[in-house]
């Protein structure tokens, strides 16, 4: 069992940025494909980002350019830098862990990222 905590979520104007942090609780951390999800109101929960245990990474198409995600495998964390933020960005946050392509899936409790004026 992987506990997944995730940070850094909040209110914040268009154009900003925000960094969301989510903490593992697992000593093999560096092995699991990690990934940031995202569900908007009223709309299906999409893939935003994603990381191979080996550092590959991918982003959906509206939001490259603009967000990063990294890995700090010493600390088990990942990281979603978002720059350039917009309204429809707006939506609970979710991370993910898991092992290969068929492992069971872990999930964070979400963080809300509301992007306003």
């Known amino acids: 069992q992987v506990q997944l905590v995730e940070s850094g979520g909040g209110l914040v104007q268009p154009g900003g940025s925000l960094r969301l942090s989510c903490a593992a609780s697992?000593?093999?951390?560096?092995?699991?494909?990690m990934g940031w999800y995202r569900r908007a109101p009223g709309k299906e929960r999409e893939l935003v980002a994603a990381i191979t245990n080996r550092g590959s990474t991918s982003y959906v198409d509206s939001v490259k350019g603009r967000f990063t995600i990294s890995r700090d495998n010493g600390k088990n964390t990942v990281y979603l830098q978002m720059k350039s933020l917009k309204s429809e960005d707006t939506a609970v946050y979710y991370c993910?862990?898991?092992?290969?392509?068929?492992?069971?899936?872990?999930w964070g409790q979400g963080t809300q990222v509301t992007v306003s004026s």
């Open positions: 697992t000593s093999i951390f560096s092995s699991y494909n």
């Open positions: 993910n862990a898991r092992l290969g392509t068929y492992g069971v899936p872990y």
